[in-house]
């Protein structure tokens, strides 16, 4: 089955803890991106990459990195995550421009 | 500065009515427009999309868009609503110049009353 997949789905943390969130394609897809889920703000873009190690800034970059060392991967790092990094998370992968998001079923990251 | 705007946080139908989105952009030269649905505790699935060419678009589950560039417009459109089609709706556009970088809309809530 065609899909993305992130992991974890939920996770709870607290202020300064490094953690990653992993996602991952099957669809050798080019293009990935991060985006965070905010009441009221819609889906803003953090991080996205049209190939493997070619990444660029969103919307929302400050306190996120990211990775493209294989085609089918794409975490997102938070080096020291911080209360206002709260969110709810959506990794996507789309094989081309003129193409739709297939989006994965989301990671909601409580950081206390 | 390149946007998106879903002007109604919130949309009310009776089921059987017809039901129309709204969304309006702002981007410079020819657009890439998507809609995509969220149900409950899913990610964003893909609806419909126009790239070029005929203005009315159909994508899954009988929805539909009409393209208008005049008044730069892409509203989302169903002629019969379902209960079934309650759900967070959000427009997007895909940013000139960038292959991957998509805005999307703050989303509105369709309501499905039986």
């Known amino acids: 089955e065609a899909q993305v997949t992130q992991n974890p789905r939920y996770l709870i943390t607290v202020t300064g803890k490094k953690l990653t969130v992993t996602c991952s394609q099957n669809?050798?897809?080019?293009?990935m991106s991060w985006y965070r889920q905010d009441p009221g703000l819609g889906l803003r873009q953090i991080y996205y990459?049209?190939?493997?190690?070619?990444?660029d800034k969103g919307d929302v970059p400050e306190g996120y990195k990211v990775s493209r060392k294989e085609k089918r991967n794409f975490p997102l790092i938070l080096e020291s995550p911080s209360p206002n990094q709260t969110s709810l998370y959506f990794c996507?992968?789309?094989?081309?421009?003129?193409?739709?998001?297939?989006f994965g079923s989301g990671t909601r990251l409580t950081v206390v | 500065a390149q946007s998106v705007a879903q002007p109604e946080d919130q949309v009310n139908v009776a089921e059987g009515n017809p039901l129309t989105v709204k969304c309006t952009y702002s981007?410079?030269?020819?657009?890439?427009l998507f809609w995509y649905v969220q149900y409950p505790n899913r990610g964003l699935q893909f609806l419909l999309k126009?790239?070029?060419?005929?203005?009315l678009v159909k994508g899954s589950y009988g929805f539909e868009a009409e393209f208008n560039k005049s008044q730069t417009s892409f509203h989302l459109k169903k002629p019969s609503a379902l209960v079934s089609d309650s759900a967070l709706y959000f427009c997007?556009?895909?940013?000139?110049?960038?292959?991957?970088?998509?805005?999307f809309g703050s989303g509105t809530r369709l309501s499905i009353r039986p």
């Open positions: 996507a992968s789309s094989q081309g421009t003129g193409y739709g998001y297939t």
């Open positions: 669809m050798n897809h080019e293009y």
């Open positions: 990459s049209m190939n493997v190690e070619v990444t």
């Open positions: 981007v410079s030269g020819n657009p890439y």
């Open positions: 126009y790239i070029t060419g005929d203005n």
């Open positions: 997007a556009v895909r940013v000139l110049g960038s292959a991957s970088k998509i805005i």
